[in-house]
């Protein structure tokens, strides 16, 4: 508890340093006590600081001797200060183990934490914030400036709406290793993100496969288009767009090759490719999937795909009868459409999104891409990977398309690759996040997205 008041104390002063009039709201357990402590070690310092203690005190034996120790070095107690008074404020209300809204005093308090003009740091956890999920425990919840999470990183504070309530991420391990520490869940950053190898000079376009994208029903080829586009420029060799509503023509850059989606049927040619199928497929999608269900060599789904397969059991069957003969293959959802593959709301998927993601993994023997804010990427038997990068400027039409084809193109050029399908996942997920954080404006445009997701991707 010393050790996390004074890491807290030490990011106060280096991250706000003319901040001086500190309000710390301090709960009734161990998160209390560390912002006990942390109290004492501002005043200490000079700062102007004030308590506003929940009920009667701390409880823990720790907690309760960090309030002997800040009341015998003189720290103020007190009822909230006025906003205008203050320069910033700390939550150290519940933090860990929050399994309940906060109600009564707590939520007042939470309130004023949101009202005040200054920035809140929250201690391990926003109070009202699942540390697991990312969502929140009721309609109280602290939107903090920045967290401090102590020990480890807590996943809700980089998925679901915990990276809207988290603001910026500290990390204090708190003097611990946590190296021999079988991991929950992982962080997914630049380094785990870097899969392509330099290309060898006597290398061609054979050596980096042949890729199909089949969608594009009548009215939205456009998302078919965008697949595989992003496809070619993730490295694919040669790149098939059969669009289920006819050749897209002029349409099409030179560089893709227009075939009919009765091209693609024969076994033999779908056991050496790789598939992207669902991108703008509408509803005829469906009648179109057995045959790369059960023959791709490599089988991305996404979109109308997934519905297909949700709305189908035959469909279904057959997936889950690729996986068990251990095909790869990758499922790229959305909530929704997570939920409508396990028969669940998308608020239940959305309250528990690790658990979601490693349902699907486990039950079609796939990496799983659960998308959005802090997407998931699962596989059966591993710790999932939570993504940090994007925001939303992501929130436009076709960028998951753009999304799939970058994923299926990148997996396609590293070809028989033992680890492939989650290397090429991490991958494109990261790199569409990147593309959206160094971009400017309010949306990133789908066709912008692939050229700034290429410009970014030198090995």
């Not at 009564?104 to 009202?128: E, S």
């Not at 239940?348 to 799983?368: I, T």
């Not at 990427?377 to 398309?401: H, Q």
Request: proline share 7%; glycine share 14%; aromatic share 4%.
């Amino acid at each position: 508890m010393r050790r996390a008041g004074t890491d807290a104390a030490r990011l106060w002063l280096a991250r706000w340093p003319h901040a001086r009039r500190v309000w710390l709201a301090c709960g009734p357990g161990n998160n209390g006590g560390d912002g006990l402590v942390m109290a004492r070690r501002l005043h200490l310092h000079g700062l102007q600081v004030l308590v506003t203690l929940v009920g009667t005190g701390p409880g823990p034996a720790d907690a309760l001797q960090a309030l002997d120790e800040a009341r015998a070095a003189g720290v103020p107690f007190g009822p909230p200060p006025e906003a205008g008074m203050l320069d910033g404020a700390v939550d150290a209300l519940l933090g860990l183990g929050q399994n309940r809204a906060p109600d009564g005093t707590m939520a007042a308090l939470v309130t004023t934490l949101n009202t005040i003009r200054c920035p809140v740091l929250a201690l391990d956890v926003p109070t009202g914030l699942n540390a697991d999920s990312g969502q929140p425990l009721g309609d109280a919840v602290v939107r903090a400036a920045a967290t401090l999470s102590m020990l480890t990183l807590k996943p809700g504070l980089f998925t679901g709406s915990g990276r809207d309530l988290a603001g910026e991420i500290w990390w204090t391990p708190l003097g611990v290793d946590l190296a021999t520490a079988a991991p929950t869940a992982r962080l997914l950053g630049s380094a785990d993100a870097q899969v392509l190898p330099a290309r060898p000079h006597a290398g061609h376009k054979g050596l980096y496969g042949d890729l199909w994208v089949l969608g594009g029903a009548a009215g939205m080829q456009g998302a078919a288009l965008l697949a595989a586009r992003a496809a070619l420029a993730a490295g694919a060799g040669r790149v098939y767009l059969a669009c289920l509503a006819g050749d897209l023509g002029r349409c099409a850059p030179s560089a893709l090759m227009s075939r009919s989606p009765q091209d693609l049927q024969a076994p033999e040619r779908l056991s050496t490719a790789t598939v992207i199928a669902g991108c703008g497929g509408g509803t005829v999608i469906a009648s179109e999937l057995p045959a790369p269900i059960r023959h791709a060599a490599r089988l991305v789904l996404d979109a109308d795909a997934l519905n297909a397969v949700a709305g189908e059991p035959s469909l279904t069957a057959a997936l889950e009868m690729r996986g068990r003969a251990g095909r790869p293959t990758v499922l790229t959802p959305h909530p929704l459409e997570a939920a409508r593959l396990l028969g669940v709301t998308a608020k239940a998927v959305q309250a528990d999104r690790l658990a979601a993601a490693g349902q699907l993994a486990g039950r079609f023997g796939a990496v799983v891409v659960l998308k959005g804010s802090g997407s998931v990427i699962a596989a059966p038997g591993e710790a999932p990977w939570i993504n940090a990068t994007g925001n939303a400027r992501l929130s436009s039409a076709g960028t998951g398309d753009v999304l799939a084809g970058w994923l299926a193109g990148r997996w396609s050029s590293l070809g028989g690759h033992p680890h492939a399908p989650m290397l090429a996942a991490r991958e494109a997920v990261w790199r569409h996040g990147l593309a959206a954080d160094q971009a400017r404006g309010t949306v990133l445009i789908a066709d912008a997205l692939i050229g700034a997701m290429h410009a970014d991707s030198a090995p």
